[in-house]
């Protein structure tokens, strides 16, 4: 299903990284964009087309609030900085409730996790798999609990999973792969286009891609 640009959507994780381009690239889309934030007075963007909802996104009536009256769902949300308790799953389970009982059916997600259970034969690709889950493992564990609950789940899902953000315009040089990491690194403005663009493209649903430039 095709989101049309004068829909609302909501983006969680909108004050990082990646987040920040994803509101700018989905508003000049021509998209509504409703954007949950723990500090809404540290995010300097405006615009006529942007709700900010004050909340937490492990707060079911703040994922409630959110997720009201939109068409779709992109995230970019990690775990807080400074914070060691991994919170996604907890986050996704919300999410999924939430989503079944408003009839959103589009989600797009990105990730750190690369190991979804598929035999990994690249072997950069499965270097850095090893690398995320020998320095990281509370959080790869947390990631993987959050893929097992959208695999079972019947949306509309697309799981895309990054190398290294890095900051910088658009290059429109965006490689994509459902089996192997493409290259290092994607910047902001790049990830923001492709994940924007994936509300209007049936060809990634229900699947876990690598992306980066190439």
């Known amino acids: 299903m095709k989101i049309e640009t004068n829909s ?15 509101v700018q690239e989905a508003l000049n889309a021509g998209y509504r964009v409703r954007l949950l934030l723990r500090h809404p007075d540290q995010f300097d963007l405006t615009d006529e087309h942007l709700e900010i909802i004050q909340g937490d996104a492990r707060d ?24 060691n308790t991994a919170m996604l799953s907890t986050v996704t389970s919300l999410l999924l409730q939430s989503m079944n009982e ?21 072997a950069k690709t499965k270097l850095a798999a090893d690398f995320m889950l020998q320095h990281f493992p509370l959080f790869m564990a ?5 893929f097992n609950l959208l695999s079972a789940c019947d949306l509309d899902w697309t799981y895309v999973r990054l190398p290294y953000i890095v900051e910088g315009p ?4 965006i490689k994509v792969d ?9 910047t902001g403005a790049d990830l923001a286009h492709f ?20």
Do not use: H, M
């Open 178 to 186: 459902v089996d192997y990491l493409p290259g290092q690194q994607i």
């Open 195 to 214: 994940l924007v663009s994936q509300l209007k493209s049936s060809e990634y649903i229900r699947k876990a891609l690598f992306i980066a430039n190439g």
């Open 142 to 146: 947390d990631r993987r609990v959050e």
């Open 170 to 173: 658009a290059t429109t040089n």
């Open 60 to 83: 079911s009536a703040s994922i409630r609030q959110l997720l009201q009256g939109c068409a779709a769902l992109i995230s970019t949300l990690g775990n807080p900085r400074g914070e």
């Open 102 to 122: 408003l009839g959103i059916n589009r989600y797009v997600v990105v990730s750190s996790y690369y190991d979804i259970g598929r035999e990994q034969k690249d």
């Open 8 to 22: 609302t959507i909501a983006i969680l994780g909108g004050a990082g990284k990646a987040g920040r381009p994803l």
